[in-house]
């Protein structure tokens, strides 16, 4: 039986040399578009200080010494590579992992220097470093969600089909930027009202796994409803919370937050902490490869372990529409967390680096 990880890798696949050639050509062509596309959305002033950008900074969606840690020769596998449509790189390297250019290089040295710190992570997670983490989150979808702008303008241009959702990419889009106006006023600010730690764990042991993604929780624990994200008006708003994963030196962090504004996770948070360690991560483990494709895995885990993990990553975002009422029933079937112990849980120590 083919799993759907192996339905997404070409090499799986019998080509002639034709057939060969001209995949080949079209990945050039894919290649080249992405690359028009991130070229056409660099701003001219950086969003953060207004002052006229000659240099954009090159940043990372989560700190690179994070990446290192779970780095095998310098290599990581990230989702995009692991389903991508070239089969011969499945791998990519640390300084090029979560990279976007959005803001000057005095901006991103200065507005997140608490959090992009080993030390400080290891010792404290406090409100400015959630401010700070919720504002680089607010920057890299803003970032990802117009470069998917350009892009179906792009492929529609040059006859590729597009499974990219306009519709839904405005809204995120907007609502992205009222994320990005709330976390900048509270980094500025040093506002330390303004984020609730929902969950947070020092484990002892490295995991294989390092993220730093905001999630739209539709169901809860007891398969509640959180966000309604077929609800498809303006005025109703999606909320996220932030999963972060750091693997550190000798430990790992792991945290879920929310803004203060997005109330919805209070019971979820709740729940979430009175379960056993182990139930805890192997819930987080799952709302992350469920909810997102914006994590990064050690070179060294198996192929069988990744292939698990890339079936239900493959499912990820089949349905987020909008454009179908609310059926609890629905809900149920693809989001609930009770199937969590469906996939191997990367964050318990079985799986440690440093064992």
Not at 275 to 297: C, G, H, V
Request: net charge positive; charged share 30%.
């Amino acid at each position: 039986m083919i799993s759907k990880y192996d339905e997404f890798k070409i090499d799986k696949i019998k080509l002639s040399d034709e057939e060969l050639a001209r995949w080949q050509k079209l990945l050039k062509k894919i290649n080249d578009l992405n690359k028009h596309a991130e070229n056409s959305i660099k701003p001219e002033c950086c969003p953060i200080c207004s002052k006229s950008i000659t240099s954009l900074c090159k940043s990372h969606s989560l700190p690179a010494f994070v990446l290192r840690t779970i780095a095998d020769k310098g290599y990581i596998k990230s989702c995009k590579e692991l389903i991508g449509i070239n089969p011969k790189k499945t791998y990519i390297g640390v300084k090029e992992a979560g990279v976007f250019y959005s803001i000057c290089r005095e901006c991103d040295s200065k507005y997140f220097q608490d959090y992009e710190n080993p030390e400080t992570l290891a010792e404290t997670f406090s409100p400015l470093m959630m401010a700070e983490i919720a504002l680089k989150c607010s920057l890299f979808y803003l970032h990802k969600r117009y470069k998917e702008k350009a892009l179906i303008s792009l492929y529609r241009k040059n006859n590729l089909p597009n499974l990219l959702d306009s519709e839904v990419i405005e809204m995120d889009i907007e609502e992205y930027k009222k994320d990005y106006e709330y976390d900048i006023y509270h980094v500025k600010k040093n506002d330390s009202n303004g984020y609730n730690l929902g969950y947070y764990k020092i484990l002892p042991y490295v995991v294989p796994i390092a993220c730093q993604i905001p999630i739209a929780l539709v169901l809860d624990l007891n398969d509640c409803l959180v966000n309604d994200v077929y609800y498809k008006k303006p005025n109703y708003k999606i909320e996220n919370c932030i999963v972060c994963i750091y693997p550190l030196k000798d430990s790992t962090i792991v945290a879920l937050f929310s803004r203060n504004k997005n109330n919805r996770y209070r019971k979820f948070f709740k729940q979430l902490n009175k379960l056993d360690l182990d139930t805890a991560l192997e819930k987080i483990n799952y709302i992350i490869f469920k909810y997102s494709e914006d994590f990064f895995l050690s070179n060294t885990l198996n192929e069988e372990c990744v292939k698990s993990i890339l079936d239900i990553v493959s499912e990820s975002g089949v349905f987020f529409t909008r454009d179908k009422k609310f059926k609890q029933d629905f809900y149920i079937e693809n989001y609930t967390l009770k199937q969590s112990n469906q996939l191997p849980n990367l964050l318990i120590e079985q799986y440690a680096l440093n064992r």
